[in-house]
């Protein structure tokens, strides 16, 4: 445990300094944050504070500097020298085919992420995801629009199904599957996986497999004759435009009805599901292998956060997170061992970070909600909630530890709230 946690740890050091600061990330964050850490240390000091030194005239990108606050002049509270745990999908390129477009935040463009990777994925109506498959299961929550998906079972049973805002989707890994997009307008849906440097472009796709076998082989296979497997679209297909489907009804009973389908679920509602806490400060909806016997691998919660309000000090035993922004704006600080600590804000569209039990907390700082999925390579969702840990231990023990008594100590709340109102 000791031994992964120092593998984890996001502080810099000599060689890592090095390795970041080749990169485009640190780049980025460079000129996000405009300080060194030597200035953000100078910045923590009282003199700074009473100086002229932070409104001093310097380059800047306004627009950046608006999003990100906290990321360039931090609370106080910040010390050390933290990597970036920020991303945003705004960064990366976009790989548009006719029919849509697909772009990724891996462990490429995110370092400090090595277990999770996610791609966000845009279909027109009747568009398909080529068939395919890869390395390792894939959680999909859909942003926008409608989707059918399929995908099968080793033992030869087929799920197809139809999915909409809101909805997400479990493929295991080597399980192949496609994605359409329906009417009226097609899909947009994220993807995230298991696996730090998963790349969507490194997928195994039908094209693929049936273009590099010697066309004797394949008609040997499939008894297609050479003619009609010399007429197959040229690999790789990728994402192509294809005609909106018909009924979901119809395509069941066209590949077999009952005979071939599957009986286990690969969709769920994510989205309209009852929330697993409702508070003031807003709604989480947890999706784990308790109910949604799928997901093995990688689990979820998607969380909505009221204005001022934040998801409480806590961390997570048995898994990193990755966080997706769907809405709204917001500042997140974690503290790692020894006395390091950087905040850094969030926008929509930004991916987070945070390594196995960092203490950290989300604050909503702007006026509407926050929407924002949690993502962790586990079987369950687990995290600590420090107020609950602070009213379960004995009272002589708190006022040891922060010099307050029983009744000061009531006002801590003493059941895991997750949200807390403003
Ligand atoms: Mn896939
Ligand atoms: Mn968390």
């Known amino acids: 445990m000791r031994k992964e946690m120092e593998e984890d740890v996001l502080v810099e050091n000599q060689s890592r300094r090095k390795f970041i600061g080749n990169s485009s990330l640190a780049l980025v964050v460079a000129a996000l944050a405009n300080v060194t850490a030597e200035g953000q240390q100078k910045a923590n000091t009282q003199k700074a504070e009473h100086d002229h030194s932070s409104s001093d005239p310097g380059q800047e990108n306004k627009t950046l500097l608006d999003l990100n606050p906290n990321s360039n002049t931090p609370p106080p509270t910040d010390h050390g020298d933290v990597l970036p745990f920020w991303y945003s999908f705004d960064l990366v390129k976009k790989r548009v085919e006719e029919g849509g477009w697909t772009h990724e935040v891996t462990q490429r463009e995110l370092p400090v992420s090595k277990n999770v990777a996610g791609v966000n994925m845009r279909l027109t109506a009747g568009s398909y995801r080529e068939m395919h498959w890869h390395t390792a299961d894939e959680w999909a929550y859909v942003l926008y629009g409608n989707a059918r998906v399929t995908v099968m079972h080793p033992d030869g049973s087929q799920f197809i199904g139809d999915v909409r805002e809101g909805d997400l989707w479990i493929f295991p890994a080597g399980f192949p599957h496609s994605i359409q997009g329906l009417g009226p307008d097609g899909t947009e849906f994220l993807l995230v996986f298991p696996q730090g440097d998963f790349s ?97 691998r990688i689990v979820g919660a998607l969380v909505t956060l009221k204005p001022g309000g934040i998801r409480e000090m806590h961390w997570h035993p048995n898994a990193s997170e990755w966080q997706f922004w769907i809405a709204g704006k917001g500042r997140m600080t974690m503290v790692l061992p020894v006395a390091n600590a950087r905040t850094m804000d969030f926008n929509a569209n930004d991916v987070g970070y945070v390594p196995p039990n960092a203490g950290h907390y989300i604050e909503n700082t702007g006026d509407s909600d926050v929407v924002f999925l949690e993502l962790f390579a586990a079987s369950e969702f687990m995290d600590v909630s420090l107020n609950q840990w602070l009213r379960r231990v004995p009272s002589e023990m708190l006022k040891a530890h922060l010099n307050i008594d029983v009744a000061t100590a009531k006002v801590i709340p003493s059941e895991k709230l997750q949200l807390l109102p403003l």
């Open 200 to 296: 969507e472009d490194g997928t195994f796709l039908l094209s693929e497999f049936m273009a590099h076998i010697p066309p004797e082989v394949v008609a040997k296979n499939t008894g297609l004759s050479i003619e009609t497997i010399s007429d197959f679209p040229e690999a790789p297909m990728y994402i192509f435009p294809g005609s909106v489907p018909g009924s979901l009804e119809q395509d069941k009973k066209e590949i077999g009805g009952e005979a071939v389908l599957s009986k286990l679920q690969y969709t769920f509602h994510l989205k309209s599901m009852e929330p697993t806490r409702v508070t003031h400060g807003g709604e989480v909806r947890i999706v784990d292998s308790r109910n949604f016997p799928l997901s093995t």
